[in-house]
């Protein structure tokens, strides 16, 4: 699994592994590492992260309201057994639209999400030096 990460991110996955670091903290709910954070039990540590998987099996579950919520309906509709899964999945697919769109530097979106009103006429020098920002 981790021979496709890059480089960035499997740094980023070690400190966030890391009880020592401050992103392990935060990627479990705290704000900063608390001052008697060797006091805290291993179990206590990842609570934050447990309820966190624990809320997204619940969104992926169609017998829970959150999963309908998670989809854009206010509750789960009385028929939801007679609703196709394509259409029980239409609000998510097409966040996965926009999100595939404002990553694809072609599409004007791209442009929009990072302030620019549309694509600029030099949008290619402004991409390459984007990349160069992003490596080093």
């Known amino acids: 699994m981790t021979s ?22 935060k990627s479990r709910g705290y704000s900063e590492r608390p ?5 805290i039990p291993e ?3 990842n609570f934050n992260a447990k309820k966190q998987l624990t809320l997204r099996s619940r ?22 057994k007679d609703i196709p899964e394509e259409m029980r999945n239409f609000n998510a697919k097409k966040r996965l639209d ?6 694809n530097p072609c599409d004007h979106l791209f442009w929009k999400s990072r302030g620019y009103s549309e694509r600029p006429h030099n949008w290619k ?9 992003n490596c080093t």
């Open 59 to 80: 969104q992926l579950n169609p017998c829970d309201h959150l999963f309908w919520k998670s989809r854009g309906y206010s509750e789960r509709p009385q028929n939801w």
């Open 4 to 25: 496709h990460l890059t480089k960035k991110q499997l740094t980023l996955r070690s400190r966030q592994l890391n009880p020592c670091d401050h992103l392990f903290w």
């Open 35 to 39: 001052q008697n954070w060797k006091d």
């Open 125 to 133: 020098d402004i991409l390459e030096e984007m990349r160069n920002v």
């Open 43 to 45: 179990e206590m540590r």
């Open 98 to 103: 926009l999100r595939s769109r404002q990553l």
